[in-house]
């Protein structure tokens, strides 16, 4: 798996934004998502496989449904549900993502605590991960004329994770842009993958891949103070990432224990 050590902050930018961007559609399109970590050892291990409860994850959905007051107009649809799970903190096999690397430079430095650490930018191309995709699913995302799926989209590939894991003998992976359920999503520029196995680890399935189709940037932690003051100049905070006043105290609460840069 390639990794980089950037020296500076020049170079940090340089390794997040330096990629030549594919052109589509007469614009410029990324394909490649990122994902902030605090700690550079750590690795890409979904929450549900965190929790140590994977052969649960069926019983914390379901019961997500069953106490959960949210229509949905299509209630079969486990894409639906699997999101608005993920995004409120029940464990589940869905990871985090961004379009945005200095979004992902965010969570891989606000926590003040772990300065003396270096941390990590993790980035996959998504489009060559969807090149993998078995021939069935592939035509599903090429004939909607798009470069990621949709819950809608996934529903129609298939409606339940038990029927997604079945639809190939190995474990597949996919990226899918969850609909805009509130200020959160769309100011971290979301976007979710998904293992058709929840015991599959992500990083392990990525990095076997030829050639490997994830990256890892270290954040050193002598870097970290100076890139959370060029985040917090630029405006990538707490108070925008998670709109509300939660968001406001967090941001707050982390400006004014942060230690003077020396």
């Not at 410029?28 to 700690?39: D, I, K, L």
């Not at 869905?94 to 430095?109: G, I, K, N, Q, R």
């Not at 090429?142 to 298939?158: C, H, I, K, M, N």
Request: with cysteine; charged share 25%.
């Amino acid at each position: 798996m390639p990794t980089l050590v950037p020296g500076s902050w020049g170079e940090l930018h340089e390794a997040l934004f330096g990629d030549p961007w594919p052109e589509r559609a007469g614009r410029y399109h990324s394909t490649v998502v990122h994902r902030g970590a605090a700690c550079a050892a750590w690795g890409l291990r979904t929450s549900v496989q965190r929790l140590g409860r994977v052969e649960r994850e069926t019983d914390l959905l379901r019961n997500f449904r069953r106490y959960s007051r949210v229509p949905f107009k299509q209630q079969e649809n486990d894409w639906e549900w699997i999101t608005l799970a993920q995004h409120h903190g029940l464990p589940t096999r869905v990871l985090d993502w961004t379009y945005s690397p200095l979004v992902a430079l965010h969570f891989a430095t606000v926590d003040v605590a772990r300065h003396g650490q270096d941390g990590a930018v993790w980035s996959a191309d998504f489009a060559e991960v969807h090149r993998r995709l078995p021939a069935a699913v592939r035509s599903q995302l090429e004939g909607s004329g798009g470069t990621a799926f949709t819950v809608d989209l996934l529903g129609r590939v298939a409606p339940t994770l038990e029927r997604f894991d079945a639809l190939d003998g190995e474990p597949f992976m996919l990226f899918f842009e969850p609909p805009s359920l509130d200020e959160r999503i769309v100011n971290q520029y979301a976007s979710f993958s998904v293992l058709s196995s929840a015991h599959q680890r992500t990083d392990e399935w990525l990095a076997r891949a030829q050639p490997p189709l994830l990256r890892k940037v270290v954040v050193p932690a002598a870097l970290k103070p100076l890139v959370r003051e060029r985040l917090d100049q630029a405006n990538v905070t707490e108070r925008v990432l998670f709109p509300g006043l939660d968001g406001l105290s967090r941001w707050l609460t982390r400006y004014y224990s942060s230690p003077p840069r020396r």
